[in-house]
């Protein structure tokens, strides 16, 4: 049996997942230290999720054009060729290294090889698609609130510089108080931005959104410890604190959604995965399958049972001769059978 099975080549690749940071998630994490290492969230498995895209119908079905396996393994549906292709590829996944391990099985040596590497290729493309589009989203969704920010700031200019100054407001060293209430209103919109662009690509129960709403609350928080409410009767001083700090906010937050758009570009411009390839599939020189020695053992051992159960069987039937009993019923049913009915002898 194993010499009438057609010989198979096994083409293994592998590749290790790494965790990677993107400069818009780097701004993030800057904004508060505390949280830096959580960036990146901590949903999923990455590992799992690269399986999950490997063995997709998407991908299965640009190998099989890839590789015009249908016609090559003469099928005549597709999908009997995605279903030889689904039991001829294995996937092995280290959850604690990150390895993925790819092993795919043909006649062919060399095209094993090739749809093992394609495997990885196919992955990176994909991969690379998901950033581009993600980085996309945020890029265009920066633009548009830089443009809001911008108009903000210049009409804050306008008014401080229409507001004047005197001694009073001098006094009144406005300075320290402003430029901490603008940094942090700054960083409360940023942050706003922040989630509203992530949930813009993450579901609202991801760990992202729930730490970008976790930041959010922090600093809402800090803000209204130190708001104080706004005296209509304070004079120039106050009008000119007030336009200063109108100013200084709209400032901050114009320069951190700045950043987040620059970052974003950064992200929409990269070209790099967050995937190492480990070791390529090499042309094998040595069948995997069909194993001579494990079918040779596999048969010798069916036969050694099946011979045990014939000799069982013929020592039975020689002792149900022997038996009397036996004898006087079959001689009594032969007795009734008419004389034509063939007998045994």
Known sequence: ASLLQPLRFSGVASFVVQPQLRPSQAVAAGALPALAGLVGGAGASPVDLHVTILRSQTVSDRIIDRFDLQRSWGLAWRVQAQQRLSR?????????????????????????????????????NTLRSFALQEAR???QFYDAQLLRARADLAAAQQQLQGSGFDRAALRAQPSAAAERYSRLSAELGAAELRLAATRRVRADGSAEVQQQQGEVAGLRAQ???????????????????????????AE?????????????????????????????????????SPRPPLWAAVGALAALLAAAAWVLLRHRLALAQLDLVRQQRVALIRSVLPASWPRRR
């Open 88 to 124: 001829r590829v294995s996937f092995g996944v280290g959850r604690r290294d990150g390895l993925v391990q790819i092993q795919v099985e043909d006649e062919n040596p060399q095209r094993a090889a090739a749809i093992a590497n394609e495997y990885v290729q196919e992955l990176r």
């Open 137 to 139: 989203a945020r890029r």
């Open 252 to 288: 901050a937050l114009a320069e951190s959604i700045a950043r987040q758009a620059e970052a974003a570009r950064v992200d929409e411009a990269g070209d790099a995965v967050p995937l190492q390839v480990l070791d390529s599939a090499k042309l094998p020189e040595w069948p995997s």
């Open 223 to 249: 803000l209204a410890g130190i708001e104080l409410p706004r005296d209509a009767s304070a004079g120039a001083a106050s009008g000119y604190v007030s336009r200063l700090r109108d100013f200084r906010q």
